[in-house]
């Protein structure tokens, strides 16, 4: 029974393989500093996006010469003495 079903598993993970590929390669052609990480890092940011954050490390592999950013909060943004 496993020597049937592995093969057809083998198939349904390249066909995702080959989904995820095409995805990637979109979202690289609409903001080409894409092309300059790799597959993981390019995920980690596109479900990390709304928390710009998260992929603070991840900035000096898309911008030249940025390492870090300082994000303003709402909060900092009202009373800007608490920064």
């Given at each position: 029974?496993?020597?049937?079903?592995?093969?057809?598993?083998?198939?349904?993970?390249?066909?995702?393989?080959?989904?995820?590929?095409?995805?990637?390669?979109?979202?690289?052609?609409?903001?080409?500093?894409?092309?300059?990480?790799?597959?993981?890092?390019?995920?980690?940011?596109?479900?990390?996006?709304?928390?710009?954050?998260?992929?603070?490390?991840?900035?000096?592999?898309?911008?030249?010469?940025?390492?870090?950013?300082?994000?303003?909060?709402?909060?900092?943004?009202?009373n800007p003495s608490l920064k």
């Amino acid at each position: 029974m496993l020597k049937d079903f592995l093969p057809d598993l083998n198939r349904k993970l390249e066909d995702c393989q080959k989904m995820l590929e095409a995805y990637l390669e979109g979202k690289r052609k609409k903001f080409p500093r894409f092309y300059f990480v790799s597959n993981p890092t390019l995920l980690k940011i596109l479900s990390q996006g709304s928390e710009p954050t998260s992929i603070q490390e991840d900035f000096e592999k898309l911008f030249d010469a940025i390492t870090k950013v300082t994000f303003e909060t709402a909060k900092d943004k009202k009373n800007p003495s608490l920064k």
